[in-house]
């Protein structure tokens, strides 16, 4: 039954780390991924040529396959990249992963973000500059604050697919140390009770998120979404 497969699963010796990593890496991954969304945003805005080339380019990873890019990402990285020093692999490569899943997220994020910078009337940077705000300025004080809802919401989507993640974490390191990729491990070893049971735990705790997200944020993501 799917109770004995939980209280099974739970007993495997390794669910509770896979599973704060998971957490770990979709966390950071999404923040990397809206901190690069809100950059890439603001560095279009008023240049339409560029705005159109920078919003292509972030949806490029939805059009690679997972795999191939993270055959991609592993060999920079690892193979003579900034992965290596003097030769040598750096101890811990939590990185280099991160950054992986945080292209692979980019596009939610910028949807996102874009969603709600795109509202907002010129006048405000207008009326910022006039009143001696540099560049970094107005964008510290002014549209980052109005444009919070939509990179909350970016945060909260990249965060949701981070965790569900396999394809492109399956060849690091560290992201194979993840309760998804466990989950797939597992199946492929025939434990399919405990994979049930640990899959309607996982599938619980991501509904309970939404739940408490919803009751929090529910408003502001109304009007980031509007």
Do not use: K
């Not at 339409?48 to 919003?55: A, C, E, I, K, Q």
């Not at 909350?152 to 399956?170: C, P, Q, T």
């Amino acid at each position: 039954s799917t109770l004995d497969g939980l209280r099974r699963g739970l007993r495997h010796e390794r669910v509770g780390e896979t599973a704060m990593n998971s957490l770990l890496l979709a966390g950071s991954a999404a923040l990397l991924a809206v901190a690069l969304a809100l950059l890439l945003t603001e560095a279009g805005q008023g240049r339409p040529r560029l705005d159109r080339l920078l919003l292509v380019g972030s949806f490029v990873p939805v059009a690679v396959p997972p795999m191939s890019m993270a055959v991609g990402w592993v060999t920079f990285w690892g193979t003579g990249g900034p992965g290596h020093l003097g030769g040598e692999p750096l101890p811990d490569q939590r990185l280099g992963p991160a950054l992986l899943l945080a292209a692979r997220l980019l596009p939610f994020a910028t949807f996102a973000v874009r969603a709600v910078r795109r509202r907002l009337a010129p006048e405000l940077q207008d009326a910022a500059a006039m009143a001696g705000l540099g560049p970094a300025g107005r964008f510290a004080r002014v549209t980052l604050p109005l444009v919070a809802p939509g990179a909350a919401l970016g945060f909260v989507l990249a965060f949701l697919f981070g965790l569900r993640e396999v394809d492109a974490l399956v060849f690091t390191r560290t992201g194979s140390e993840t309760l998804p990729v466990q989950l797939y491990n597992m199946i492929h070893y025939g434990y399919d009770v405990q994979v049930a049971g640990l899959s309607f735990l996982w599938t619980a705790g991501v509904g309970v998120f939404l739940v408490l997200t919803a009751l929090v944020y529910g408003s502001r993501f109304r009007i980031a979404a509007s």
